[in-house]
């Protein structure tokens, strides 16, 4: 598409707010099925095991499409890119609304993973191309808050409707089918923004490197991502599960509400904290992540379910900032041309931290008990965020002193 017929189409400012519906979705239908793990499970005889598996299927397939594609809107088109994304998360709802066991859920959930892979690259990439010139920091911040809002939304969503709607694991896709098909519409009528589309279409894998004069940095920073997303992939896999047990309910609205509480309360610390220096952001970050898990920790001794959603609460405030901050400082350390590599060896490391270590936790589920596998898990992610608010403070010192030295 021309420059002259992209100017004679919608207006920018639509274009955005369309691109960030659709992220917000995507993020929420991804949370859905968290709500109705426990379901799942009554249902299908599922082994806590077997729910982490299927969770980490999405994390899987989620990387592979953003490292396999997350280029390709360069050339393509945005445009393409996110209708093919949402036409994909359009079919893997289906496969949810028919599932009738675990085969057809692990398929509805690595189509659904490859949608969200394919579309994030063009999602950022637009966020940022159409914010309203007015506001052009706006990109950033959507592109942050986003996927938080969208799980808490997907969250408390979902566990309202399986817990007082009818055909409770059919009904939040169909509706999710609804709100695609609109989108996807709007996809349709926004205009280009990709400055080299209507190319040939190429598939380049995204390279994974990090410059060597900045590997330290690196392993410093990622420690905070890794920390994160283990909390992340925890509570939206086997988090329903803990706070049903806690609160002795069999409300399916506790599940989902539980979620939405640790995303809920780390978009508002993104909110806060949005203009406070990368690497203050995520001390700070890791300072409430350790008082979350120690708070979280205090709630399994006690078995206080008022505890545990206190404690749910501050540990999503520093998981938000602690990711923000982690984040922002790590796409400091590579310039413009390489950013693209350096931002997918971090993906690498997120999604691995939310799959790898939740399957774990489900396996050891089935040998030692919710509960006992809670506490090590929890136990063990405050070792390692102690570390990463070490090595973050160290780093921080000494990015001042090579400044003030400057």
């Not at 969503?157 to 169909?174: D, H, I, K, W």
């Not at 420690?223 to 925890?234: N, Q």
């Amino acid at each position: 598409m021309s420059p002259a017929a992209r100017a004679a189409g919608p207006p920018r400012g639509s274009g955005f707010w369309v691109v960030g519906a659709v992220l917000v979705l995507l993020m929420l239908s991804s949370s859905v099925p968290s709500a109705l793990y426990v379901l799942y499970q009554q249902k299908w005889d599922l082994s806590s095991g077997t729910i982490t598996v299927v969770f980490a299927l999405y994390a899987v397939t989620v990387l592979a499409g953003l490292l396999l594609f997350g280029s390709l809107s360069d050339t393509l088109g945005r445009r393409p890119v996110l209708g093919t994304g949402l036409v994909l998360a359009i079919v893997s709802m289906a496969l949810f609304a028919g599932a009738q066991g675990l085969g057809p859920l692990l398929a509805a959930r690595a189509v659904q993973g490859l949608a969200v892979g394919l579309a994030t690259g063009a999602m950022g990439a637009a966020l940022l191309e159409l914010a309203p010139a007015s506001r052009p920091a706006l990109g950033a911040q959507v592109n942050s808050a986003g996927p938080t809002i969208g799980i808490g939304l997907g969250g408390i969503g979902a566990g309202l409707l399986v817990q007082y709607a009818p055909a409770p694991t059919v009904l939040s896709y169909l509706l999710l089918i609804g709100a695609f098909a609109v989108t996807l519409v709007g996809v349709v009528r926004m205009p280009e923004s990709a400055p080299g589309a209507g190319g040939r279409p190429r598939v380049v894998p995204h390279r994974i490197h990090v410059p060597a004069g900045a590997r330290g940095r690196f392993l410093v920073l990622v420690l905070t991502i890794v920390a994160v997303w283990s909390v992340g992939g925890f509570y939206l896999s086997l988090g329903p599960h803990l706070a049903l047990s806690l609160l002795r309910s069999t409300n399916y609205l506790v599940g989902g509400a539980t979620v939405a509480l640790l995303a809920g309360a780390a978009t508002v610390a993104q909110l806060m904290l949005g203009r406070t220096a990368a690497l203050r952001t995520a001390v700070l970050g890791l300072l409430g992540m350790l008082t979350g898990l120690g708070a979280v920790l205090l709630a399994l001794g006690l078995g206080s379910a008022p505890v545990f959603l206190v404690a749910t609460a501050v540990l999503g405030g520093g998981w938000g900032a602690a990711f923000l901050g982690a984040f922002r400082a790590l796409s400091g350390l590579a310039d413009p041309a390489h950013r693209g590599e350096l931002t997918a060896a971090v993906y690498v490391f997120a999604y691995l931290a939310m799959s790898v270590p939740a399957v774990l936790a489900g396996m050891l589920t089935n040998i030692h008990g919710l509960h006992r596998t809670s506490v090590g898990f929890m136990a063990a992610v405050a070792a390692m965020c102690a570390v990463a608010l070490l090595a973050t403070v160290r780093l921080a010192a000494r990015t001042r002193a090579e400044g003030s030295a400057a």
